[in-house]
């Protein structure tokens, strides 16, 4: 049965529920949200003569869920229009809804006893064949559907999206004992491909896989925290990033988190198991059950481990005091171990560092990542079959860095397990297993491919890549590299297509960069391939220009040198847009300033869903002079019908109005906070592509050259009729009102003429033809100009110290 999610349902409009919804929504899928009926009115649905009965109030859950999602921060929504797309509802009125739904899915509160209610309603109302899902946290998947259909039960399965799900990777899955296997993999499909999300199967145990871990590591380590007696300052500035975890560290996250989820989460475990030392970990300390009594749960509440206050100077952020529960100031942390670990280079080393100390926050590190190391290998084949489900599901769920028995391979398993004997403690099996097949890691590389250990056969087996996944640094390996200097490679992706690597810091574009995108250009015309994808795996795509060079050269007053460097970056971004064979970028994280002017230079876009697209060159005192006030003019003009492609007389133009959504884009520095907002913005066009899951996004990209190369044609260079004068004053205007209305500054002002004089063609008689040799020298004119403006210095020093922009 060929299965296809057209409308799907979700079951409760709290917080997880309608995030779920949103995030179906951002794909496209129209969902109904559905929740309870209040059982009273609010004082403001009584003073609109509003009754128990009126459907706004029956609705009142999911409709205000909705109003919310459109207002939260970080966005629910990639664009806010998807809104549109969910249908408020409630289970008394709307059930019916569900007979038309292939997905449903619950997200009530976590009561085994209201989630068998709900199933054997919706039993009721659901069409045959579609598959409903549950999104507990960790309740028995099996117990909840006790009673329910042999069709139900094969139908059912466990759907664990992690907060916020637009954002969080992870996505559990748990088949339930009768869920049928196509149902299964077809769940899985969907999850990756649709929702983009990294997929672990998980057997129907307590808490799954990552809360199980993750709450045992961070109960064990707020025990070791009361042992040791170090401070949630300590402890947090022990088990961040030196530990390969995110900043937010632990009692950070538990902050975030909220304490009484993390309690509910451990108590879930602490009442399933029968292990007294389990059970110990997971029992809360005396500490945290008097801040769940007094309702200090974290964020949610303005106070938990931390808590921001407001004195004289400012704001300032207290620490709780484990011992007595009172709010002191936060304290440095110092300890011989953390600095020698911060001085050691990458995380993984900083990681092996801070265990090799001998101070407390060494004893500390070591006793905690001992504790999840054993009780991770403990648990394969329990909680899931294998190494890299339990693995990505700590990456993908709980942000780290690498997985428990990634982590194992660091610290070097024989060096770990001498460790375990001194200190008598039993080696897990599979470590035995390991060792006795004569290996010593459960991670092998082999001509970048990676293979993991296997302990049903003792081997290393391949490791398992979604269909279409392609990864670089294995190419790379294989002898795939094509072209290469200090800021980019040129990668052979199979199928007669390349791949434009950057990997400069940053992977900001300097003169190497630019120097190989004009050579990969030449290498592809020349040769027997049929297109080329611009695309890596940093952190960002590309954050822009090297700033850092711009301002040595300007304070060198090297203008010479600077205006070739910026012919040279036009240069580069004329060659992918001139090349005679298909160029995809494939953008994701930011791809700002020019790395945004690299993608309006390719012939199409196929983007990960989370891009932060923009020209922000106005924030340091600039404007987009590799191409992007070009580009988006020429944009201008393309969306424009045909018969209106003449200039018409009196200082007015069809194409003005568009114009003005440009000059307000480029002068206002704005950031797509999406890929599908980058195309309402007009960074890419309605044509180009969206992939939700990032690491298909240079496979998609590659699949989008094959299918543009038969048909595809150079482009020619391009002339449209400026709109001159009149066009440049009518944004003057706007200019005037906005510094007149202190929005903006002197400075502000100046920059965004320097932007009009440059979409309207230069001061030049309107209909006069302009074209993009015109537009790149009046960008290059303007970018030199503004560079010799101490406020434009001023700016460019302030956000190369402070990363943040200076309003001058």
Not at 67 to 73: C, D, I, S
Not at 96 to 110: K, R, S
Not at 762 to 767: A, K
């Amino acid at each position: 049965m060929k299965r296809s999610i057209n409308k799907a349902a979700v079951l409760g409009a709290g917080v997880m529920g309608a995030a779920i919804a949103a995030h179906l929504a951002n794909v496209g899928i129209p969902t109904y949200l559905l929740d309870i009926v209040p059982n009273a009115l609010t004082p403001e649905e009584e003073k609109k003569g509003l009754t128990l009965e009126s459907p706004a109030v029956r609705n009142r859950f999911a409709a205000g869920a909705i109003a919310n999602l459109v207002k939260a921060k970080p966005a629910a929504f990639y664009v806010p229009e998807n809104a549109a797309l969910l249908t408020p509802g409630n289970f008394e009125d709307n059930m019916a809804y569900l007979g038309d739904c292939d997905l449903i899915i619950e997200a009530v509160v976590e009561r085994m006893d209201i989630k068998q209610n709900l199933f054997a309603k919706v039993e009721q109302f659901r069409r045959p064949g579609s598959i409903v899902a549950s999104n507990t946290s960790g309740l028995s998947i099996n117990q909840m559907i006790e009673g329910r259909s042999e069709e139900f039960k094969q139908h059912f399965i466990g759907m664990h999206f992690f907060n916020p799900p637009r954002y969080m990777r992870l996505l559990e899955i748990i088949p339930a004992r009768e869920t049928l296997p196509e149902v299964v993999d077809f769940v899985a499909y969907f999850g990756e491909v649709v929702l983009g999300k990294g997929i672990v199967i998980c057997k129907d145990t307590p808490n799954f896989v990552a809360n199980r871990i993750g709450v045992y590591g961070m109960c064990a380590t707020i025990k070791a925290a009361l042992e040791y007696d170090l401070s949630v300052e300590e402890v947090d500035a022990l088990t961040g990033r030196v530990m390969g975890r995110p900043k937010s560290a632990s009692f950070r996250t538990l902050d975030m988190v909220g304490l009484d989820v993390m309690l509910h989460v451990a108590k879930t475990v602490y009442d399933y198991t029968n292990d007294p030392a389990e059970k110990a970990v997971f029992e809360p300390v005396e500490p945290l059950q008097k801040m769940l009594e007094n309702k200090w749960l974290g964020d949610k509440t303005k106070q938990g481990f931390y808590k921001k206050v407001k004195t004289e100077a400012g704001k300032e952020t207290l620490a709780i005091d484990l011992k007595t529960l009172e709010y002191r100031p936060k304290q440095k942390v110092k300890f011989a171990s953390l600095e020698a670990a911060k001085q050691a280079g990458k995380p993984a080393n900083q990681f092996k560092a801070l265990l090799s100390g001998k101070d407390k926050a060494a004893e500390f590190a070591w006793k905690i990542t001992r504790d999840v190391l054993l009780y991770a290998a403990n648990l394969l084949g329990v909680i899931a079959d294998d190494i890299q489900a339990i693995d990505n599901a700590m990456k993908w769920g709980f942000n780290w860095d690498f997985g428990p028995f990634e982590t194992w391979d660091i610290l070097g398993v024989p060096n770990v397990v001498e460790r375990l004997k001194a200190e008598g403690i039993p080696v897990p099996r599979v470590v035995e297993d390991l060792l006795a097949a004569g290996k010593t890691s459960f991670y092998e590389v082999k001509q970048g491919d990676r293979f993991i250990f296997d302990q049903q056969s003792k081997e290393h087996k391949p490791e398992k890549l979604g269909e279409g996944v392609i990864f670089l640094t294995p190419l790379k390996e294989k002898g795939k590299v094509l072209l290469s200097n200090s800021g980019a490679s040129l990668i052979d992706i199979g199928d007669g297509v390349v791949n434009l690597e950057f990997h400069s810091k940053a992977n900001s574009l300097g003169e190497d960069v630019m120097g190989m995108v004009r050579k990969a250009v030449e290498f592809v015309e020349k040769n027997d391939y049929v297109g080329m994808v611009v695309a890596n795996y940093g952190q960002h795509f590309s954050v822009g220009a090297n700033l850092m060079l711009v301002l040595m050269e300007a304070e060198d007053e090297e203008w010479d040198d600077l205006d070739f460097m910026i012919k040279e970056f036009q240069r580069g971004t004329m060659a992918l847009k001139m090349c005679k064979k298909p160029v995809v970028a494939a953008p994701h994280g930011m791809a700002l300033g020019g790395g945004c002017e690299v993608c309006l230079h390719s012939h199409a876009v196929n983007a990960y869903a989370e891009t932060y697209m923009g020209l922000v060159e106005v924030g340091v005192g600039l404007i987009p002079a590799g191409g992007g006030c070009k580009e988006l003019t020429l944009r201008a003009y393309e969306l424009l019908p045909p018969a209106s492609d003449s200039v018409k007389t009196g200082g007015t133009n069809s194409v003005q109005p568009i114009l003005n959504r440009v000059f307000e884009n480029i002068a206002m520095a704005k950031v797509s906070t999406s890929a599908r907002e980058a195309q309402k913005l007009g960074l890419m066009r309605a044509t180009d592509r969206v992939t939700t899951n990032r690491d298909l996004v240079i496979g998609d990209a590659k699949k989008l050259v094959l299918e543009m190369a038969p048909t595809f044609r150079p482009l020619q260079l391009k002339q449209v009729p400026a709109v001159g004068a009149p066009g440049y004053a009518a944004l003057d205007v706007a200019i005037h009102t906005m510094r007149w209305g202190n929005y903006i500054t002197d400075h502000d002002a100046k920059i965004a003429r320097k932007v009009a004089h440059i979409i309207t063609g230069g001061g030049v008689t309107p209909g006069t033809m302009v074209g993009e040799w015109d537009l790149l020298d009046l960008e290059r004119e303007a970018f030199l100009s503004l560079l010799g403006e101490p406020k434009t210095i001023e700016r460019i020093r302030h956000m190369l110290a402070t990363n943040k922009p200076l309003r001058n």
